[in-house]
């Protein structure tokens, strides 16, 4: 066999055993059992809003007015650590997803709302999952003014495992 064919099996060689190793890679575990999980809502008629159960160690959140919005900020607490947040923002529409703690693991929020008599599933988002001390990602949605809106907060990505929601009579309110 001559040089170039073997340094071209080498690398053949080395290139699937690459994609091996990249495909059977473990995906991150799940939180078992699953954080604690607490929410809170303000009725964005009174706000601005800030302080209180709204003060966390990351970025404090900051509700802002919104005629008819109901805002919902949810924590998920593991053992003693503070792991993630997710806010929803009337104003505007906003989705803020933080995953506050590089542990290995993320988790999954589904979101939709139900307008005119018709439910809209707005998919799933998480957070980028970088070395980052706080991944966020912050989706802007174009929702109705009134319209309930879901939120499920989910420990795999299946969706499955649900941590905990505010949906149905528990919705926020865009």
């Not at 809003?49 to 919005?69: E, H, I, R, V, W």
């Not at 991944?135 to 299946?158: M, N």
Request: aromatic residues 10%.
């Amino acid at each position: 066999m001559s040089t170039t064919g073997r340094l071209t099996g080498l690398l053949a060689a080395a290139a699937g055993a690459a994609a091996l190793l990249l495909g059977t890679t473990a995906p991150a575990q799940a939180y078992s059992p699953n954080p604690a999980f607490s929410k809170y809502y303000y009725d964005t008629d009174s706000c601005p809003c800030s302080g209180g159960n709204l003060t966390d160690p990351f970025d404090n959140t900051y509700f802002a007015y919104d005629a008819g919005g109901l805002a919902v900020k949810m924590e998920l607490v593991s053992g003693s650590a503070f792991v993630g947040k997710v806010e929803f923002h009337p104003n505007d529409e906003k989705l803020w997803v933080y995953d506050t703690r590089n542990d290995g693991d993320t988790f999954y929020v589904t979101v939709g709302y139900s307008s005119g008599g018709t439910y809209h599933s707005l998919g799933t988002v998480s957070p980028p999952g970088t070395d980052e001390v706080i991944d966020l990602t912050v989706k802007d949605y174009d929702i109705p003014d009134g319209a309930s809106v879901d939120i499920s907060v989910y420990d795999d990505a299946g969706p499955s495992d649900l941590i905990g929601a505010a949906r149905g009579t528990g919705a926020a309110v865009a």
